[in-house]
């Protein structure tokens, strides 16, 4: 059984800057794509960001491009979400999730693993 170990959430001020990181556990963390997804109160899951296994590859969701950085150290089988320039339409409850397979991927439904979630919200 994969766990998924969410960190790093909080409050952050419109503008700022928040890291979230997502542990994992087993010994095969760099065969698969990890990605992020966000669910605000009464809103749908969203897709916020996925990097394939080896790191070389990555998207993200057009309402956080140019602002959030996805990164993964698989020496430590974790996976970072670095986000900059947060407004308050990024409040949320932030999830990672481990991929079907080791390539990039959106779909909530192409990952098999979830954590719990981590909260952030963006307010002054």
């Known amino acids: 059984q994969v766990q998924l170990v969410e960190s790093g959430g909080g409050l952050v001020q419109p503008g700022g800057s928040l890291s979230v990181s997502c542990a994992a556990s087993g010994r095969t963390f760099s065969n698969y794509a990890m990605g992020w997804f966000r669910q605000a109160p009464g809103k749908e899951r969203e897709f916020v960001a996925t990097i394939s296994g080896s790191g070389g590859s990555t998207d993200y969701g057009d309402s956080v491009k140019g602002r959030f950085t996805i990164s993964r150290d698989n020496a430590k089988n974790t996976v970072y979400l670095r986000m900059n320039n947060l407004k308050p339409e990024d409040t949320a409850i932030y999830s990672c999730?481990?991929?079907?397979?080791?390539?990039?991927?959106?779909?909530?439904?192409?990952?098999?693993?979830w954590g719990q979630g981590t909260q952030v919200t963006v307010s002054s």
């Open positions: 999730a481990r991929g079907r397979g080791s390539s990039i991927r959106k779909r909530s439904e192409d990952y098999d693993y």
